[in-house]
């Protein structure tokens, strides 16, 4: 692992490419002031016979920090999170310390259940005094019924209270999102609303698209006046979508915070410069959002690791990134990235210095 002064040097450089894993070629990518804070600090969270995904933080009252994550047996390989995923929670007497897994919060529910197969995507809050957990399940270990939801708790520790209903339901046949909601991103509004980013895509382009990457990814924004609900559609969605850079490009991974009263958005790239590069945002509104510029580098830029094993097809990159906010500011980041010691995937943070 480079030590920071020489990775804050290696800036420099950087900027000028484009990665491929470890083919590199010519091209200037926008920076964001994101990206030149980041310290890599390295894997958390691997836990043997397990792939761990989608790491949510949130500081507790006593400073210990508190992650909820999902997790799916290895023997399901990569694509098990679709139909096996569990929610699991870990403690940690700060970022960097050494994770302990306390055991799964959240697990599929079985027939009946609008969660029955999958609970992923998780992405903890505090509002109103309680902790809410975001998360997204479905109903059939396929990706047309994945829907958003929640499970509250008076406390990190629990009890969960999880819902007979999700909290955002797909659009209607034929517009952008009648696919499903998934990729929960949260936001408490200044103004007492209550915002919840989701990401979607359209049925039909799904199943006439060709190659791995199917359909067109897009956010959208969904708006209550109580936290249960009902949310209601912001009428101007898609409020993010790449599609028109051609090649389709999409948007994946969202996470939205503010910061000084300004909306900040990052994401990992799915076209727009490259695969393998994070993005970053920002909105005075929350709803129309800035051009992207690069939040994060591909993982060679901060690490050396074994090549990539022939079970892994996204190794390389980190995903699903997530913030610790710690008084209106971020100061950790956490994302997944495949390998690891168990050749399976883990946890990856920064520090933002």
Same mark, same amino acid.
């Given at each position: 692992m480079l030590s920071r002064r020489t990775f804050l040097a290696s800036l420099g450089v950087l900027p000028l490419t484009t990665f491929s894993f470890g083919k590199p070629k010519t091209k200037v990518l926008p920076l964001s002031d994101f990206v030149k804070h980041l310290e890599p600090i390295g894997r958390r969270l691997?836990?043997?016979?397990? &792939?761990?995904?989608?790491? #949510?933080?949130i500081i507790a009252p006593d400073g210990k920090v508190h992650v909820f994550f999902s997790r799916w047996s290895e023997k399901y390989k990569m694509g098990g999170w679709i139909h096996k995923s569990e929610? !699991? $929670?870990a403690v940690a007497d700060s970022p960097t310390a050494p994770f302990q897994v306390t055991g799964t919060i959240l697990a599929p529910r079985g027939e009946g259940y609008w969660d029955a197969t999958t609970c992923h995507n998780p992405h903890i809050q505090f509002v109103d005094g309680q902790y809410c957990l975001f998360y997204m399940g479905n109903s059939n270990g396929k990706t047309d019924t994945k829907r958003i939801g929640i499970a509250t708790a008076p406390s990190l520790d629990g009890p969960w209270t999880r819902y007979d209903k999700p909290l955002l339901e =797909?659009?209607?046949?034929? =517009?952008w999102d009648d696919h499903c909601t998934t990729n929960?991103? *949260?936001?408490? $509004? %200044?103004?007492?609303? /209550?915002?919840l980013y989701y990401k979607s895509w359209n049925t039909k382009e799904y199943q006439e698209a060709q190659g791995a990457i199917r359909g067109n990814r897009k &956010?959208?924004?969904?708006? =209550?006046?109580? @936290?249960?609900? %009902? /949310?209601?559609? /912001?009428?101007?969605? %898609?409020?993010?979508?790449f599609s028109r850079k051609g090649n389709n490009a999409q948007v994946e991974d969202a996470f939205t915070y503010l910061e000084k009263g300004k909306f900040k958005m990052l994401t990992r790239d799915m076209g727009y410069y490259n695969h393998e590069v994070?993005? *970053?945002?920002? #909105?005075?509104?929350?709803?129309?959002? #800035?051009?992207?510029?690069?939040? *994060?580098?591909? =993982?060679?830029? &901060?690490?050396?690791?074994?090549?990539?094993?022939? $079970? @892994?097809?996204r190794y390389g990159r980190f995903e699903r990134p997530q913030l610790l906010m710690q008084n209106g500011k %971020?100061? /950790?980041? *956490?994302? !997944?990235?495949?390998?690891?010691k168990y050749a399976t995937s883990s946890c990856f943070i920064f520090r933002l210095s």
């Open positions: 691997e836990i043997e016979g397990y &792939y761990v995904w989608c790491a #949510s933080p929610i !699991a $929670h =797909a659009g209607a046949e034929g =517009a929960p991103s *949260f936001i408490k $509004h %200044p103004n007492g609303e /209550y915002w &956010y959208g924004l969904a708006i =209550a006046k109580n @936290l249960m609900g %009902p /949310y209601q559609k /912001y009428k101007g969605n %898609p409020i993010v979508d994070g993005l *970053f945002m920002e #909105s005075k509104n929350g709803k129309k959002w #800035s051009e992207p510029t690069v939040s *994060f580098f591909p =993982a060679e830029a &901060y690490i050396t690791e074994p090549p990539a094993p022939s $079970h @892994l097809k %971020p100061t /950790y980041l *956490f994302t !997944a990235m495949q390998g690891g």
